[in-house]
Nanobody, 113 residues
Framework: VQLQASGGGLVQAGGSLRLSCATS????????MAWFRQAPGTQRGLVAS???????NYQDSVKGRFTISMDSAKNTVYLQMNSLKPEDTAVYYC????????WGQGTQVTVSS
């Protein structure tokens, strides 16, 4: 199984980024897929999750700003992030929920004020 997150970068507050997570070896219909993030000095935490059957779930701090989606044909999970805030600065990772696989390097998102 491989999980490769990409799409991070440096953006000003109020800006947008779209993260992608290319996967291999994961059957989306059998798993909840999720995005997590870890800011310096904090534990990694859940941001959003999705399955093929039900509505996505979001951490309260990102509701209305972030949108998680998946493309089963491309084996890819996305995270559209709008109205970014400095407190969204973190390394973002994807995995199943609960996490089953190695985290990989993640993708750095930095939001400047």
């Amino acid at each position: 199984v491989q999980l490769q997150a990409s799409g991070g970068g440096l953006v000003q507050a109020g800006g947008s980024l779209r993260l992608s997570c290319a996967t291999s070896g994961i059957i989306f219909s059998r798993n909840r897929m999720a995005w997590f993030r870890q800011a310096p000095g904090t534990q990694r935490g859940l941001v959003a999750s999705i399955t093929t059957l039900d509505r996505p779930n979001y951490q309260d701090s990102v509701k209305g700003r972030f949108t998680i989606s998946m493309d089963s044909a491309k084996n890819t999970v996305y995270l559209q992030m709008n109205s970014l805030k400095p407190e969204d600065t973190a390394v973002y990772y994807c995995n199943t929920m609960p996490p089953q696989y190695n985290w990989g390097q993640g993708t750095q998102v930095t939001v400047s004020s």
